[in-house]
């Protein structure tokens, strides 16, 4: 790894998403675009080249339009399948408004949004056909559906493939505005409030196209991001795709460790959680075999070798790269705060962490570290034509992230106030996350604005900054920081740490008593912050915590009562 900086990548720029299948096609005709299972237990995979993925697009492309849909919000929920991918695109490509929607949704919220989005069809999965069936026979809900990976929904292309060899040119003949309205994404939020973003084309591809300048992907990845979220939507499906990447399609969480290994990705796209995951396995798989010792040498010994430019990682990590495919080269991970002993892990092993920030608003991506060019505890550098800028920044510098460049959506779906509220006077979006930039203009995360704790004394603590210092402590699966309230002393003012063991860990190593092991390692960890952001109160939970799809906490549904 380089420690400077170094130019920026080369990248194929589209105007819109019909432009984007149609250059990729061109140039990458018989190239594999998609790997996928029909079924789990499938033993062969489905390969689909991207002259074919295109010719699917605009074959549904084409159905689309004679049934009405140009310029019509359509409604798209299931799982992450090679069909889901093909109506994300062409809907795009005839310019309707693409409201994707979580499948787990509870029935009365997906409702909700179908009406208040004014969904004139729905596309949806097999997983969520009873569920969608029962939502259109309610009163108002009657609108028209196709279940995807299925016949009916194999006729509506062949009856595009019918129109294309008939003459019908619908598909190219209307001009797509990149600026106007192309997609609602309904955010499931953290804090219990959840708003329609509102994104353009523009947002979307210029996101893509300005982040790929920064880092450079290579030839393979696997999907596993829910696909409505615009990490899973833009970054694997948008980013990989109009770049000639192939991407296998996984059939889920419980096959994926089978999928890397008989893949073997060179990178992936992931969550800060499932990347953990990856780390632990890692290493309970070492203390399995007696051999984590021996592991954290080799790292030290690989880490010195290298810092005179000899790197044996591949060779000396060999076994310990075998179970992640043996070709795994990168992760690009964002979507929450990641644990720098993660990055270091996979670092040493010869796997390079590319940690950045995003969010829903932003399309999603703002920032990210590079490929040879990574910053300790920060989430990199702005992509192109994006300026960061922090808020009201405190004597460290630090304050609200917010964010103005071609990516920033149009606004909140209905919702004006919330819209004006969302950007500062000069027009940059206020983000609500806390953080700061160094000298050379490198973004680090501080924390949460709603999350954050004003005590008494007019000190602000980050509740993500102790938690970062606490997650270090062995035995902690997950940690959440908040101020405690008391019922019978409002101005009692405590710092809890409510911690979710690893009870595995806790076993292995005969630790007895869990509340006085986590209380004197907290208290170890208080010793090393200033007084005001001590943990005063250490709380110990059976269950984990309540997360959204995209696996965040959700620290509203945390009971805070100290009493």
């Not at 295109?54 to 929920?77: S, W």
Request: proline content about 4%.
């Amino acid at each position: 790894m380089t420690n400077h900086h170094y130019p920026l990548y080369e990248t194929t720029v589209f105007e819109n998403f019909r432009v984007m299948t149609e250059n990729v096609a061109r140039r990458y005709p018989n190239r594999i675009a998609f790997i996928f299972r029909r079924r789990p237990t499938d033993p062969e995979p489905v390969q689909v080249t991207f002259r074919e993925a295109r010719d699917r697009i605009r074959a549904l492309g084409t159905a689309l339009i004679a049934h009405g849909l140009r310029e019509t919000p359509a409604a798209l929920v299931g799982d992450g399948t090679y069909d889901w991918i093909c109506s994300y695109f062409a809907l795009m490509a005839i310019g309707a408004i693409v409201v994707p929607l979580d499948k787990d949704l509870p029935s009365d919220q997906m409702r909700a949004i179908l009406s208040q989005a004014g969904c004139r069809a729905i596309l949806c999965g097999k997983s969520i056909q009873a569920k969608i069936e029962e939502l259109r026979s309610q009163p108002g809900m009657s609108v028209p559906c196709v279940v995807m990976d299925s016949p009916d929904f194999d006729a509506l292309v062949a009856e595009g493939q019918e129109r294309l060899a008939l003459g019908d040119s619908a598909y190219d003949d209307d001009e797509i505005d990149a600026d106007r309205l192309a997609t609602i994404v309904f955010t499931s939020g953290t804090t219990g409030s959840g708003k329609g973003v509102m994104l353009s084309q523009k947002n979307i591809v210029s996101d893509m196209t300005n982040g790929m300048s920064l880092f450079a992907i290579t030839p393979k990845s696997i999907s596993i991001l829910p696909p409505h979220h615009t990490f899973g939507s833009t970054v694997n499906f948008v980013g990989h795709f109009s770049q000639g990447a192939t991407l296998y399609l996984s059939s889920g969480l419980r096959t994926i460790a089978a999928e890397i290994k008989e893949q073997q990705p060179t990178h992936l796209v992931l969550v800060p959680l499932f990347l953990e995951k990856l780390h632990n396995r890692i290493w309970s798989a070492a203390e399995a075999k007696g051999q984590a010792r021996l592991l954290r040498c080799l790292i030290r010994l690989s880490n010195a070798l290298r810092r005179i430019g000899i790197d044996l990682r591949r060779k000396l990590f060999r076994s310990v790269l075998e179970q992640l495919g043996g070709r795994l080269e990168m992760v690009i991970c964002g979507g929450a705060a990641l644990k720098q002993e993660v990055i270091e892990t996979f670092d040493g092993i010869g796997i390079t962490v590319l940690n950045g920030y995003g969010i829903t608003e932003c399309s999603p991506l703002v920032s990210c570290n590079r490929n040879k060019f990574q910053k300790k505890g920060s989430v990199g550098v702005p992509i192109l034509l994006e300026t960061v800028k922090i808020l009201n920044p405190d004597e460290n510098g630090e304050g609200e992230i917010c964010v103005k460049g071609p990516n920033v959506m149009l606004g909140y779906y209905n919702d004006p106030e919330a819209t004006e509220q969302a950007f500062d006077a000069d027009g940059f979006f206020r983000t609500g996350d806390l953080g700061k930039l160094d000298d050379e203009g490198w973004l680090y995360l501080t924390g949460r604005l709603k999350n954050l704790i004003i005590l008494s004394n007019g000190k602000n603590v980050s509740p993500e900054e102790i938690e970062a210092e606490l997650a270090g402590i062995p035995g902690i699966a997950e940690v959440v920081v908040y101020a405690g309230e008391s019922r019978f002393n409002r101005q009692k003012e405590v710092i809890v740490a409510e911690i979710f063991p690893d009870s595995a860990w806790l076993t292995e190593h005969a630790v007895a008593d869990a509340q006085a092991y986590f209380d004197e390692a907290v208290r170890q960890v208080n010793s090393r912050m200033v007084a005001y952001k001590a943990v005063s109160l250490v709380k110990l939970r059976q269950e984990e915590f309540t997360k959204n799809t995209s696996r965040k906490i959700q620290r509203f549904c945390i009971d805070k009562r100290v009493d």
